[in-house]
């Protein structure tokens, strides 16, 4: 649920990153913590186990500018992805405004990306929202082991696996190395605002 | 759905914090939404990371809720963690609001509930605009 405080003149929106575990999601933030600017980005939070993976949540608030003479304030989260989390996953679902859908490249994944979206789907309808309505973006991350021997699916194929029905934009990329973060972040970003701004356009006036 | 907050609310919202709250001693009180919005902050605390604050109350607030259903309760609609020099004390403003109140040693925590429960009482009308006319009192 987005806030809009017309005291300040801003827009807080939130943006989910989902997708199965170890596919990325993570990855995604420290990119974009470690190359923003301190004045865009703010202090990131991570709870995680003692090895890599997202125990509850990661949270990095940035702000990227004006619109309609409203600063926006964008906080991005990801959830854990690892199937026995649901609940936490849940938890950080509660009043996402955007979903940025990291799928993972690996071939030996391809089951686990589609039952991740099939969670996430179904999350969504217990927050009562429709996958089908809500701003999301697909990104199909790891596609830089391309050149090592590692089996991956074609983009064609993670097409046809998670994109068939949705039809929404998906970005090639490469968490580890920045390729294609920033294009999701910023599709996700105009799409989430888009969408904040065309539901409460009325009651700003 | 969309929360809309304008700056009548916001003032009205300081007034009752300056008034019941950091005048009764607390350094700072912030209000939040379960999302992890932050919908206001007053005090004279210098807090950099306040929207981390605001995240994490959130996400401390929806686990302990979860806890409290492994027990048979619904949620536990107050929370509070003490240190060494500075107390934090999380209560729950209606259905999808939480208030933060940071407080030092020279505070008692009996006067910040106190105070708390009379500013909770102050917001309602506030609140009850915000939230939707059913979801009020708690």
């Not at chain 1, 997202?54 to 619109?67: A, E, Q, R, V, Y």
């Not at chain 1, 009043?95 to 979206?117: C, I, P, W, Y």
Request: proline letters at 2%; aromatic letters at 6%; hydrophobic letters at 45%.
């Amino acid at each position: 649920m987005a806030f809009i405080d017309l005291n300040k003149n801003e827009i807080q929106a939130k943006i989910v990153y989902y997708g199965p575990g170890r596919g990325g999601k993570t990855t995604n933030l420290l990119f974009i913590h470690e190359s923003m600017s301190k004045q865009v980005c703010g202090k990131m939070v991570t709870i995680d186990t003692k090895g890599d993976r997202t125990l509850f949540f990661d949270f990095l608030p940035l702000s990227i500018g004006k619109i309609l003479n409203l600063s926006i304030r964008i906080q991005l989260y990801t959830v854990p992805g690892q199937v026995m989390y649901n609940t936490t996953r849940k938890l950080v679902l509660r009043g996402v405004d955007g979903v940025a859908f990291v799928a993972d490249s690996l071939r030996v994944q391809k089951q686990k990306n589609v039952e991740s979206l099939l969670n996430l789907a179904e999350n969504l309808t217990d927050e009562g929202l429709d996958i089908h309505d809500i701003p999301l973006v697909l990104q199909y991350n790891k596609r830089d082991l391309m050149e090592s021997n590692i089996p991956l699916l074609s983009v064609e194929e993670m097409h046809e696996d998670l994109n068939k029905d949705l039809k929404v934009p998906a970005f090639e990329a490469s968490a580890m190395r920045g390729n294609g973060v920033y294009e999701t972040l910023r599709e996700i970003s105009k799409r989430t605002i888009k969408n904040v701004i065309q539901k409460v356009g009325g009651d700003l006036k | 759905m969309s929360l809309i907050v304008t700056r009548e609310q916001i003032l009205q919202l300081e007034s009752i914090v300056g008034k019941e709250l950091l005048d009764a001693g607390a350094d700072h009180v912030i209000i939040v939404d379960m999302s992890g919005n932050l919908i206001m902050q007053q005090g004279s605390m210098h807090m950099e990371d306040i929207f981390s604050l605001a995240a994490l109350s959130a996400a401390n607030f929806a686990a302990t809720a979860e806890i409290a259903k492994l027990i048979g309760e619904e949620d536990f609609s107050l929370l509070f963690h003490k240190g060494d020099k500075r107390n934090i004390h999380f209560s729950r403003l209606g259905r999808e609001h939480i208030i933060i109140t940071l407080f030092n040693e020279s505070v008692s925590l009996g006067l910040i509930r106190l105070k708390l429960n009379r500013a909770i009482e102050q917001m309602a009308s506030i609140f009850k605009g915000l939230e939707g006319k059913n979801k009020w009192p708690l």
